[in-house]
């Protein structure tokens, strides 16, 4: 596989030289890993117990954040290109106003009690009303399948 066969001693020369990798190849990890003999579990173990060596790859990451972030807003200010570019940036900057995630806030606590009850009541009522009507709804099919007819749609028979 070409991880030779000290994969697992990730020293800290190994974690220099993975470090000038990254910087020249963010953000794909598997060719830094492959150029220094590791397995991407071992960087990503790595990262999680060498403190120094995750702030190093998060300095990398910012950085290349900051730069993409930076033709972005360049590429938005061109009117002529998509809207993407401008979509994008606002949403990271303005979330309040340009994300498209809702948020939705439930101020039941600040009701009187007997408003609670109210719709606590009305709600309990259409759920019991939902039941009972997708009960008889199926009561209808089962009986229109055996060639019955429904109560509701029986014709009384006029005799001549």
Known sequence: MGLGLDAYNFNPERKLRFITLAEQLWPDISQCCKGIGIHPVTFYNHMKRDEKFREAINAIKASKLD???RV???NG?????GFLDRAMILRAHRPELYDRAKVVRVEGYSMKDSEKTKRLESLSNAIDTSIVSSYTTRKERQRLKRG???DAKAKPQVSE
Not at 77 to 81: C, E, H, N, T, V
Request: glycine share 8%; charged share 50%; no cysteine.
């Open 72 to 74: 972005a807003i360049e």
């Open 67 to 69: 730069e993409l972030e």
């Open 148 to 150: 019955g007819v429904s």
């Open 77 to 81: 200010r061109d009117k002529s290109k």
